[in-house]
């Protein structure tokens, strides 16, 4: 603005990835600016160009139950249930797979011992997108 014109930012902004996928520096479209003002007529008002991250979002495997067991020795656990992803967006296709293998944090006999689990992966056209949890 040039001197004492009297130029006046306003509107109802609106912010638009280019991607909704997982990325850095991905292009922010904006529109809805506008300027008012006795001088306005004599400007043209340039929307911004932004740019962000979008991070993955985090998924959890639910539908589980460690199974107790009689002391073995070992660390070695098992769990029952269905395995399901909680937190897909959506459509989205991401697919639970893999080979779980369940881990007490102890061998010692004890109550409610946590047992760790790994092994298991997503797959999918949209598991670029999540982590698994």
């Avoid at 306003?10 to 909704?20: D, L, W, Y």
């Avoid at 991070?55 to 769990?79: F, H, P, Q, S």
């Avoid at 893999?98 to 992966?121: E, K, L, Q, R």
């Amino acid at each position: 603005v040039i001197g004492a014109d009297d130029v006046v930012l306003g509107g109802s902004p609106v912010f638009t990835f280019a991607s909704a996928n997982v990325g850095t520096g991905i292009t922010i479209n904006t529109s809805g600016y506008t300027i008012s003002g006795t001088d306005s007529g004599n400007y043209t008002l340039t929307q911004p160009t932004l740019s962000a991250d979008i991070t993955a979002a985090e998924l959890t495997i639910v539908g589980l139950t460690g199974d107790n067991k009689v002391y073995d020795g070992t660390t070695a656990g098992t769990a029952s249930g269905t395995a399901t992803l909680s937190g897909v967006i959506g459509a989205d296709d991401v697919v639970l797979g893999g080979s779980p293998v369940f881990t007490f944090a102890s061998a010692n006999v004890g109550t409610g011992i946590t047992i760790n689990t790994s092994g298991y992966t997503i797959s999918g056209t949209d598991s670029g997108n999540y982590t698994l949890t």
